[in-house]
C-alpha cells in the first residue's frame, strides 16, 4: 500500500521514516523467518534478546556511548522518569537535595514530582514566561546536590540548550525526550539521559535511559522494583514484560539514522529545517513572531504567533487552514500556550519543511 501524503508537524507522536514503517509492515506477520510477529513473540526468545541486543549495540554506536555506562529500555515514559530519577539518584548524598533547572513545562513538572522525595532546588529564579535560559553566572548550584537536572529541549515552549550545562563534578542528569539524537553529545559529561522514543527515535511505549554505573545501586527503599536502575540493568531491561514491538521499531529507526549519517548528519539537517522558519519569522516584520530568545531557539519545536506578538486568532485559523489544504498536520500550538508550533524531528525532512513555506508566504504577502 502507496504511503499516504500528509505532512506530520506533530510534536510527538511524530513522522517516523517511511521506509521503517514499510519494513514493519513487511515483517509484521513473519518476523525474519520466525513464522511470528515481534507483537507475539516471547520477550525471554533469543530472537528477542538478538533485537534488544541489537537497539543497545546501535544505539552505543551512534552516541559513542562509554563502557561504564548501562543503557535501559524502560516503560512509563518521560513522565515515568520525572519519578525514577528522584527514586533512584536524591538518595545519592545523605541530604537528599537535587538542583533543577526550570526553563518550561517539562522541566517544571519534573522539578515538582521530585519535591516527593527530597529537597529541590530551582537553580535561578522563576521565570514570567518561559522563553529564555538565565545566564549560567547567575544560578546558584548547590555543591551537596545529589544531582543537577535540566530539560535539553522545552518541547512546550522551543526553548533549547545549545550548550551543556557546567556542574563542578555534580551528576548531571538530562531530559532528552524531544532532542535525543537530534545532535551529537558527549555522553561522558552526563550521570544519566532519558527520552521516550515517540519523538526521533520510534513510537510510544519505551524510554531510553543511558546511565553511568557507578550511580546504580542507591535507590531509596520505597522505589518500586520495576523503576529500580540497578535491577533493570541486571536484568537487561527484563526485569518484567519490556515494550517489545517498541523496541523493535526503535531499532529499525536507529538503523535508518546509521545509513542517513548518524547524530552529525541529522544536527546539519535539523539546523537548515529550523533555519529555512526562523528566517522567515525573522524577516517577517513581526507579522510572524516567536517569543523565544535568539540563543536558545529549538532546532526540534518551532513555536510562533501570527499577526502580533499575543496572536491574531483569525489569521492563526486562516495560516492552519491553509497548512491543512495542503496535507500538513498537527501544527496547532500546545494548548497551555497556544499559536502554532511546527516540530521538526529528525524524520521530517528538508522538503516537508520547505512545503511549509509556503502557507507562511502565502498569507504573509496576502495580509
Ligand atoms: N519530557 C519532554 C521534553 C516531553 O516533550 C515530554 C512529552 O512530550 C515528556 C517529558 C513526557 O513524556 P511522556 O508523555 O512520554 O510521559
Known amino acids: 500500500m502507496e504511503h499516504k501524503q500528509t505532512i506530520n508537524f506533530g510534536a510527538g507522536p511524530a513522522k517516523l521514516p517511511p521506509s521503517v514503517l514499510l519494513q514493519a509492515q513487511n515483517e509484521l506477520l513473519n518476523y525474519s523467518g520466525t513464522g511470528i510477529s515481534v507483537l507475539e513473540m516471547s520477550h525471554r526468545s533469543s530472537d528477542f534478546n538478538k533485537i534488544i541486543n541489537k537497539t543497545e549495540s546501535l544505539l552505543r554506536e551512534l552516541l559513542n556511548i562509554p563502557d561504564n ?25 545523605e541530604d537528599r537535595c537535587a538542583d533543577y533547572l526550570v526553563t518550561g513545562t517539562w522541566s517544571a513538572k519534573a522539578a515538582k514530582e521530585a519535591e516527593k522525595y527530597g529537597k529541590v532546588n530551582v537553580v535561578h529564579p522563576k521565570l514570567d514566561s518561559y522563553t529564555k535560559i538565565p545566564d549560567p553566572s547567575s544560578w546558584t548550584l548547590n555543591p551537596s546536590a545529589s544531582y ?34 537530534s545532535r ?115 532546532r526540534m519545536n518551532v513555536p510562533f504567533r501570527v499577526g502580533k506578538k499575543e496572536g491574531n486568532e483569525a489569521l492563526e485559523k486562516e495560516f492552519l487552514d491553509g497548512a491543512s489544504k495542503r496535507g500538513m498536520i498537527s501544527l496547532k500550538g ?34
Open 69 to 93: 555506562y548501562k543503557v535501559l529500555f524502560l516503560q512509563g515514559g518521560g513522565s515515568g522518569q520525572f519519578s525514577s530519577v528522584p527514586l533512584n539518584l536524591i538518595g545519592l548524598k
Open 184 to 298: 551529537p553529545v558527549d555522553v561522558s559529561k552526563f550521570g544519566l539521559i532519558f527520552a521516550g522514543a515517540q519523538k526521533n527515535v520510534g513510537c510510544a511505549g519505551v524510554t531510553v535511559v543511558i546511565v553511568r554505573e557507578d550511580l546504580l545501586g542507591h535507590a531509596l527503599k520505597e522505589c518500586p522494583i520495576v523503576l529500580d536502575y540497578k535491577v533493570q540493568a541486571e536484568m537487561n531491561s527484563l526485569y518484567n514484560t519490556p515494550p517489545c514491538f517498541s523496541i523493535y521499531i526503535m531499532s529499525l529507526v536507529l538503523e535508518w539514522i546509521k545509513n542517513n549519517g548518524g547524530s552529525a548528519a541529522m544536527e546539519m539537517l535539523n539546523k537548515q529545517k529550523s533555519s529555512m522558519i526562523y528566517d522567515i519569522i525573522n524577516a517577517s516584520n513581526g507579522f510572524y513572531v516567536c517569543p523565544v530568545d535568539t540563543a536558545c531557539r529549538s
Open 334 to 367: 500546545h494548548r497551555s500556550v497556544g499559536g502554532i508550533r511546527a516540530s521538526l524531528y529528525n524524520a521530517v525532512t528538508l522538503e516537508d519543511t520547505k512545503a511549509l513555506l509556503l502557507p507562511l508566504l502565502v498569507i504573509y504577502v496576502l495580509t
Open 148 to 181: 543537577v537536572y535540566y530539560c535539553s529541549n522545552e518541547t512546550v515552549h522551543g526553548v533549547e540548550y545549545n550548550f551543556t550545562p557546567e556542574t563542578n563534578g555534580v551528576v548531571l542528569v538530562s531530559d532528552m525526550s524531544s532532542n535525543f539524537l
